[in-house]
Each structure stands twice: as structure tokens, then as C-alpha cells.
Nanobody, 117 residues
Framework: QVQLVESGGGLVQPGGSLRLSCAAS??????????MAWYRQAPGKQRELAAT???????HYADSVKGRFTISRDNATKTVYLNMNSLRPEDTGVYYC?????????WGQGTQVTVSS
């Protein structure tokens, strides 16, 4: 069973930065061939896509985070990162890591990000 473990969330002031990490329990081969993504869910709202990175390194960002967030991956350590800068109160929510491989989608438990003064 694939396990994804997120870390790095916390409380940060507006304008601050955080770096989220997601470690996968897969083989390197499976991780390297997977599309990885970060989703987020604000209180009372639906989960939404924040950023994705394919196996070839192509990246996609939601308009709301473009220019502020950067997704990256390290296949050797089976880890995906989300660097978040210029954080805003509306970025508050639970951030989930997702792995998509051969029509199967796996999710982590999420990490809380709170942007508040």
C-alpha cells in the first residue's frame, strides 16, 4: 500500500514562507514515473488543486498560487516539495499530497497551514 506523509505545515504571518514536504513509501521506479500534486482545502470549501509536477518535470499551477508557490521533486528520495512564499490568509487550509500512477490516485493525510497575524 502506498503511503504519503506530509510535513512542514504550521502557523505563519502574512507575507511569510513555508516549505511542505511529502515522502512516498513507493519504489523509486514507481515514484519517478508518477505525477505528483499538492491540493488544498480551505475551511468550508472544496479541495482544490494547487500545483502538479509530472514524471518529466512539467509543472502546472493554479492561478491563485502562480508566482508565489513552487513545486519540485527529488526522485532519489521519493519526495515532493511545495515552496510557498508571500503567503496570504486565503492560503490557509489543509494541504494534501497526491500521487497518480497508472490510473490509481493516492493521498496523504494532510498538513495544516495557517496564515494569520
Amino acid at each position: 500500500q502506498v503511503q504519503l506523509v506530509e510535513s512542514g505545515g504550521g502557523l505563519v504571518q502574512p507575507g511569510g514562507s513555508l516549505r511542505l514536504s511529502c515522502a512516498a513509501s513507493t519504489t523509486i521506479s514507481m515514484f519517478s514515473s508518477s505525477t505528483m500534486a499538492w491540493y488544498r482545502q480551505a475551511p468550508g470549501k472544496q479541495r482544490e488543486l494547487a500545483a502538479t509536477i509530472t514524471s518529466t518535470g512539467s509543472k502546472h499551477y493554479a492561478d491563485s498560487v502562480k508566482g508565489r508557490f513552487t513545486i519540485s521533486r527529488d526522485n532519489a528520495t521519493k519526495t515532493v516539495y511545495l515552496n510557498m512564499n508571500s503567503l496570504r490568509p486565503e492560503d490557509t487550509g489543509v494541504y494534501y499530497c497526491s500521487l497518480f500512477h497508472r490510473l490509481n490516485n493516492y493521498w496523504g493525510q494532510g498538513t495544516q497551514v495557517t496564515v494569520s497575524s
